[in-house]
């Protein structure tokens, strides 16, 4: 069986879907999509996708896809995801999953209704590191969680090329249309949260910040800055352990991703994307990275992208018939993540439960 991948968005698509989509076997990128339609030209001549098309409804419409992977901005992932899923298409939504709960609430209806699957790209539910912190929670290796503590902090990336804190504007710095930290990263750690715990959040504090009013684009004009450049918030979870996340693209130094999940009997840390360590009380800590056999095979060769294709491996294999072997995210986990995200957004505490 050949799955059949439409891709709307020749942003993140282009940069690491569309390329890891060549290490799934059974999937195939026949179309993509952006709202200029000489864009998508481009990019289908780049990768020989034989079909390409001026929008993402057009492209949901098509009887070339099966599959259809949202990654344009999150103000039209209600629209897109919606067009595709009513026109009996699987969807593979890129995150935030839209701008506000209350979408997320009519993507969630939508798919509801039709019998295709549905899911959220948290592609770190795959990341084998991350996939090792859930197995020895559930093992009992740390004991009960007590806290959790996550954090991205970005670091000088030493290539010439400028990190968050110098890059130019671009839709991440526009609300109106879903960027912000919040939403790009934070998204994912209240997911990891939810996935290592296996508990829901029954309760949010927390707040964002804006630091610079303004921006040059990639042309040097000067953009007004809408959306969050740095995000907080403490999480209590159903399963009683707290969770503190902080997010900046401020800082010019740092870890990059760090996350210590603190248990009755252990500890275990988490530091950028390559190394896992677990710690017992007394003595130090030991590391026990997972391997990456996706290892350099990918450009990027970053775990987003080699997270990406196990997810579509699982997920073109349940396509085929074959029960997941991962816990992807769902339509649902989706929206629970949009509702902490809307109660950050809004400061102050908010009850979930």
Not at 74 to 97: F, N, Q, T, W, Y
Not at 141 to 156: D, N, S, T
Not at 247 to 254: I, K, V, W
């Amino acid at each position: 069986m050949t799955v059949r991948v439409g891709v709307i968005g020749t942003g993140f698509g282009r940069r690491v879907q569309i390329p890891a989509l060549r290490l799934v076997p059974g999937a195939v990128v026949t179309a993509v999509a952006s709202g200029s339609r000489e864009r998508a030209r481009a990019v289908a001549a780049e990768f020989a996708i034989p079909h390409a098309y001026g929008s993402g409804e057009e492209l949901a419409r098509s009887p070339e896809v099966d599959c259809v992977i949202v990654a344009s901005t999150p103000d039209v992932h209600l629209r897109h995801a919606s067009a595709a899923l009513e026109a009996g298409k699987h969807v593979l939504c890129e995150k935030p999953m839209a701008l506000t709960a209350r979408e997320a609430e009519r993507m969630v209806a939508v798919a509801g209704r039709h019998a295709a699957l549905a899911r959220i790209d948290h592609e770190l539910r795959y990341e084998p590191n991350r996939v090792k912190v859930r197995e020895l929670i559930q093992a009992g290796a740390i004991g009960a969680v007590l806290h959790l503590e996550l954090a991205l902090r970005p670091y000088v990336r030493g290539d010439g090329r400028p990190g968050a804190r110098d890059a130019p504007w671009n839709w991440w710095y526009d609300a109106a249309r879903g960027g912000g930290i919040l939403g790009a990263v934070g998204s994912h750690l209240i997911d990891l949260c939810r996935f290592w715990t296996a508990s829901e959040v029954a309760e949010v504090s927390g707040r964002v910040a804006t630091f610079a009013p303004e921006r040059a684009d990639e042309h040097g004009v000067s953009r007004r800055v809408t959306a969050d450049e740095y995000a907080s918030c403490v999480l209590r979870l159903t399963g009683g352990a707290i969770a503190t996340i902080t997010l900046t693209t401020a800082a010019s130094h740092g870890p990059g991703h760090f996350a210590q999940i603190t248990g009755a009997q252990g500890t275990l840390v988490l530091t950028g994307e390559r190394q896992l360590e677990l710690g017992r009380p007394g003595a130090p800590l030991e590391d026990i990275s997972a391997p990456d056999e996706l290892w350099e095979q990918i450009t990027p060769n970053n775990m987003w992208a080699r997270s990406f294709v196990r997810l579509m491996r699982d997920l073109v294999g349940e396509l085929e018939g074959r029960p997941a072997t991962g816990q992807p995210a769902t339509f649902a986990d989706g929206l629970e993540i949009q509702r902490v995200m809307d109660a950050v957004r809004g400061g102050g505490a908010a009850r979930l439960d």
